[in-house]
């Protein structure tokens, strides 16, 4: 069992599992297709629990970004308070929604429509503004820049061929946010809280007002109702990805100005950990943790120095429509997480308590908004593909899951 095995738990039932779910966007077809094959192995594994779900084996999920979105589908309740979704329910989901939510419309530089939602999670506490709301940020420089160009268009109508990409690019997000929040509404409906989900969720955002991460969490609100938010709520923000979406804002007894959780960790495994050891009051001995990547797109050789020039626009808009800066500030956290996650586990000889489900993309297959039917499917093949490479690791450890849950069900009725 390595060096760290003395410190690990007699019984199988005490072990902690965490499952988590890295941001990507559209990439999110790749685990999903990796979990349609996990949960497939625990029903077949599991005679005593033919219905077997994801949900069931595991005690934290923790997602970010688009990995939010499918933390809150694979825990959300259905009337039988069982999930509302398959893993292979979701995998489906990302096919056939994907281009809604990346469809860009005329009326993309509007903002979405408020929407008036009469659930507060403090009944004592009131307020008169709308509690779903693009998030405002006042920004001198981009107000006057959009000055400027309203008034050259003006005075030259002609000119607006040249100037659109300049309020195309830099003034406005790529999406209006409308489509995702529909989406995200008629899946989970406006009143789900985050409380009811079926297991606890671990799902980060950034709060740009108060700058600093926000970790909505089911043992959290069920502590303090201000962070009881509806979960359609906590995926909307957890997917303003900065240039792609717009800031979003809600309120429950207290307002949230946030963005995509992956500013702060679009790979949540760390933080996962974090959590669960101050939940459990357990150290990371007693932790089975899967964490299932989106891809990682292969920037090399992609940037150069060059002249050294580089300003603000070069570092968020090259010609190839990409966004160094972004893409830099993604990345990096991921492969440092992936370092930490992994030194840890194996220089404390809990390597079988770690694994890591991860994909090197082309860039082309990298984009988190690439919805073409090509490249669906590119991304779903590669989903499968990775199952497949790795079906002894995930054999290995539904077996272990299902392990864990009967230990613990043993226990219970004992």
């Given at each position: 069992m390595g060096n760290g095995s003395s410190s690990e738990p007699e019984s199988q039932g005490d072990f902690v599992t965490i499952l988590s779910i890295d941001g990507g966007g559209v990439r999110g077809i790749i685990p999903s297709e990796v979990l349609s094959v996990l949960e497939a192995k625990l029903q077949k594994l599991d005679v005593?629990?033919?219905?077997?779900?994801?949900?069931?084996?595991?005690?934290?999920?923790?997602?970010?970004?688009?990995?939010?979105?499918?933390?809150?589908?694979?825990?959300?309740?259905?009337?039988?308070?069982?999930p509302l979704f398959a893993a292979k329910d979701i995998a489906k989901f990302y096919q056939d929604k994907s281009p809604y939510i990346f469809h860009k419309t005329p009326e993309t530089n509007q903002p979405p429509s408020t929407e008036e939602d009469s659930r507060i999670s403090d009944p004592d506490v009131a307020t008169e503004e709308p509690l779903t709301t693009p998030a405002e940020v006042i920004n001198t420089p981009a107000t006057f820049l959009r000055g400027i160009i309203d008034i050259i268009v003006e005075l030259s109508p002609e000119a607006k061929d040249y100037v659109e990409p300049l309020n195309t690019y830099l003034l406005q997000p790529k999406y209006d946010g409308k489509n995702l929040q529909d989406t995200i509404k008629g899946l989970l409906g406006e009143k789900l809280a985050l409380s009811e989900t079926l297991t606890s969720v671990i799902i980060p955002a950034f709060d740009i007002k108060h700058f600093g991460p926000t970790i909505f969490s089911t043992l959290k609100a069920k502590r303090d109702r201000s962070m009881d938010a509806p979960l359609a709520d906590v995926c909307r923000a957890t997917s303003a990805a900065p240039y792609y979406f717009p800031p979003y804002h809600f309120k429950t007894s207290k307002p949230f100005n946030l963005v995509d959780g992956g500013v702060a960790a679009n790979n949540p495994s760390f933080l996962a950990v974090c959590e669960a050891m101050k939940e459990k009051k357990a150290d990371f001995h007693k932790f089975v943790v899967l964490s299932l990547g989106t891809g990682a797109p292969d920037a090399s050789g992609r940037l150069e120095v060059r002249d050294g020039k580089w300003g603000i626009v070069d570092w968020l808009w090259q010609d190839d429509n990409s966004n160094p800066l972004l893409d830099i500030l993604t990345t990096a956290p991921d492969e440092m997480t992936e370092m930490y996650m992994s030194t840890v586990f194996q220089y404390s000889g809990l390597e079988h308590n770690y694994t890591r489900?991860?994909?090197?993309?082309?860039?082309?297959?990298?984009?988190?908004?690439?919805?073409?039917?090509?490249?669906?499917?590119?991304?779903?093949?590669?989903?499968?593909?990775l199952a497949e490479q790795n079906d002894a690791k995930l054999e290995a450890l539904a077996s272990r899951l299902v392990e864990i849950r009967k230990a613990r069900l043993t226990h219970t009725s004992a």
């Amino acid at each position: 069992m390595g060096n760290g095995s003395s410190s690990e738990p007699e019984s199988q039932g005490d072990f902690v599992t965490i499952l988590s779910i890295d941001g990507g966007g559209v990439r999110g077809i790749i685990p999903s297709e990796v979990l349609s094959v996990l949960e497939a192995k625990l029903q077949k594994l599991d005679v005593d629990n033919k219905d077997a779900r994801i949900v069931d084996y595991f005690d934290f999920i923790a997602g970010t970004s688009t990995g939010g979105l499918m933390t809150a589908m694979l825990t959300a309740p259905n009337d039988e308070k069982r999930p509302l979704f398959a893993a292979k329910d979701i995998a489906k989901f990302y096919q056939d929604k994907s281009p809604y939510i990346f469809h860009k419309t005329p009326e993309t530089n509007q903002p979405p429509s408020t929407e008036e939602d009469s659930r507060i999670s403090d009944p004592d506490v009131a307020t008169e503004e709308p509690l779903t709301t693009p998030a405002e940020v006042i920004n001198t420089p981009a107000t006057f820049l959009r000055g400027i160009i309203d008034i050259i268009v003006e005075l030259s109508p002609e000119a607006k061929d040249y100037v659109e990409p300049l309020n195309t690019y830099l003034l406005q997000p790529k999406y209006d946010g409308k489509n995702l929040q529909d989406t995200i509404k008629g899946l989970l409906g406006e009143k789900l809280a985050l409380s009811e989900t079926l297991t606890s969720v671990i799902i980060p955002a950034f709060d740009i007002k108060h700058f600093g991460p926000t970790i909505f969490s089911t043992l959290k609100a069920k502590r303090d109702r201000s962070m009881d938010a509806p979960l359609a709520d906590v995926c909307r923000a957890t997917s303003a990805a900065p240039y792609y979406f717009p800031p979003y804002h809600f309120k429950t007894s207290k307002p949230f100005n946030l963005v995509d959780g992956g500013v702060a960790a679009n790979n949540p495994s760390f933080l996962a950990v974090c959590e669960a050891m101050k939940e459990k009051k357990a150290d990371f001995h007693k932790f089975v943790v899967l964490s299932l990547g989106t891809g990682a797109p292969d920037a090399s050789g992609r940037l150069e120095v060059r002249d050294g020039k580089w300003g603000i626009v070069d570092w968020l808009w090259q010609d190839d429509n990409s966004n160094p800066l972004l893409d830099i500030l993604t990345t990096a956290p991921d492969e440092m997480t992936e370092m930490y996650m992994s030194t840890v586990f194996q220089y404390s000889g809990l390597e079988h308590n770690y694994t890591r489900i991860q994909v090197e993309l082309k860039p082309s297959e990298g984009l988190m908004d690439n919805t073409s039917k090509e490249n669906l499917e590119r991304l779903k093949k590669i989903g499968q593909d990775l199952a497949e490479q790795n079906d002894a690791k995930l054999e290995a450890l539904a077996s272990r899951l299902v392990e864990i849950r009967k230990a613990r069900l043993t226990h219970t009725s004992a």
